[in-house]
């Protein structure tokens, strides 16, 4: 059979046609299985970030927990420390007035026993 006869081109068509639509079909179904497993890991990356992401809100809110417990704690012990120092404050102003009121009496009595000021 010589490669003029037309069964050999016939026959060429015919394979080189079906070699074109193997590649064809190949192509679609590899990029099926390629968008399904995009589709799958932006499934599961998504997935992940969420839990990730509510994991991150717990710990926060968490931590804003604990920093609300310790403002409070610091709010009650500076009130405790204003408490004793305002006690401190009443303590020295009343022996602010008890050395005041020594002062006047010894003033007093140096004045009448020595007669000077």
Same mark, same amino acid.
């Given at each position: 059979?010589?490669?003029?006869?037309?069964? !050999?081109?016939?026959?060429?068509? !015919?394979?080189?046609?079906?070699?074109?639509?193997?590649? *064809?079909?190949?192509?679609?179904?590899?990029?099926? @299985?390629?968008?399904?497993? @995009?589709?799958?890991?932006?499934?599961?990356? %998504?997935?992940?970030?969420?839990? %990730?992401?509510?994991?991150?809100?717990?710990?926060?809110?968490?931590?804003?927990?604990?920093?609300?417990? =310790?403002?409070?704690?610091?709010?009650?012990?500076?009130?405790? @420390?204003?408490?004793? =120092?305002?006690?401190?404050?009443?303590? %020295? *102003?009343? @022996?602010?007035?008890? !050395?005041?009121? %020594?002062?006047?009496? =010894?003033?007093?009595?140096? *004045?009448?026993?020595?007669?000077?000021?």
């Amino acid at each position: 059979m010589q490669m003029t006869e037309p069964q !050999v081109w016939t026959l060429i068509g !015919v394979f080189a046609a079906a070699i074109l639509g193997g590649m *064809t079909l190949m192509t679609a179904q590899f990029r099926r @299985v390629i968008r399904a497993e @995009v589709g799958g890991l932006r499934s599961e990356f %998504l997935g992940e970030l969420g839990a %990730l992401r509510g994991e991150m809100r717990g710990e926060m809110n968490g931590f804003r927990s604990e920093l609300g417990s =310790l403002r409070n704690e610091m709010t009650a012990r500076f009130d405790a @420390v204003n408490t004793r =120092l305002d006690s401190m404050d009443a303590r %020295l *102003t009343r @022996v602010e007035t008890k !050395v005041d009121d %020594l002062d006047a009496e =010894l003033t007093t009595l140096a *004045t009448r026993f020595w007669g000077s000021r």
